[in-house]
């Protein structure tokens, strides 16, 4: 779910992801969660950092926590370096010689 201004974003992302929510981690959640806040951020904006953002984890048998701070970093980091770019691969080494 998603509210407030910018959040149809959010919903149309939790949408078109929602079946392959089910059997999933926490940390794959609270992942997809990061995804779904991105996207109601204005471009040109900073990006998620631990100081715009904050997730909330509640489950059968999982108590309330609220993930901010430094300790949503990691999982902002982790959303970061999938939209990395891929290395390009290193070029053959023209000096290489079978012996």
Do not use: W
């Not at 089910?22 to 990061?34: P, Q, R, W, Y």
């Not at 070029?91 to 290489?96: E, R, T």
Request: proline share 7%; with cysteine.
């Amino acid at each position: 779910m998603a509210v407030g201004a910018r959040s149809q974003s959010s919903k149309t992302y939790l949408e078109k992801h929602f079946e392959d929510f089910e059997g999933l981690d926490v940390t794959s959640l609270i992942k997809h969660a990061l995804l779904a806040l991105r996207e109601a951020m204005p471009s040109g904006d900073e990006g998620l950092t631990a100081a715009n953002c904050a997730v909330s984890v509640v489950g059968e048998g999982t108590p309330f926590e609220v993930i901010e701070d430094a300790k949503i970093q990691p999982y902002i980091d982790m959303v970061d370096a999938e939209d990395a770019p891929a290395p390009e691969p290193a070029a053959p080494d023209d000096m290489a010689t079978d012996a």
